[in-house]
Nanobody, 124 residues
């Protein structure tokens, strides 16, 4: 099992940038494909980005592609989400998640383990 803790959320102006981090403890996060999801006010949780265990392969939702970058440092057990060109539709609680399946098609990634979330607010 792995425990996940997100950090880095905050308030930023539209067009600005934020970098979210997810620290894993317990079992090494290198065993898991990792993802970021978000849940905006009154909305269902939605997928944002995912990354394979090796860190080589990534996958993004269309609405963040080209603006967000997911990365991981397996030596440090961390996963990050660099968010650039933030838009008024990006505010949400952002969650880090781990998929415990050994082989994962990133288009079907799921959250078996979740962090508590970090709030991102964008001012226009």
């Amino acid at each position: 099992q792995v425990q996940l803790v997100e950090s880095g959320g905050g308030l930023v102006q539209a067009g600005g940038s934020l970098r979210l981090s997810c620290a894993a403890s317990g079992r090494s996060s290198s065993n898991y494909a990792m993802a970021w999801f978000r849940q905006g006010p009154g909305k269902e949780r939605e997928f944002v980005a995912a990354i394979r265990q090796s860190g080589v392969t990534t996958y993004y939702a269309d609405y963040v592609k080209g603006r967000f970058t997911i990365a991981r440092d397996n030596a440090k057990n961390t996963v990050s989400l660099q968010m650039n060109s933030l838009k008024p539709e990006d505010p949400a609680i952002y969650y880090c998640a781990a998929d415990r399946r050994r082989i994962v098609a990133l288009t079907t990634i799921r959250g078996d383990y979740w962090g508590q979330g970090t709030q991102v607010t964008v001012s226009s």
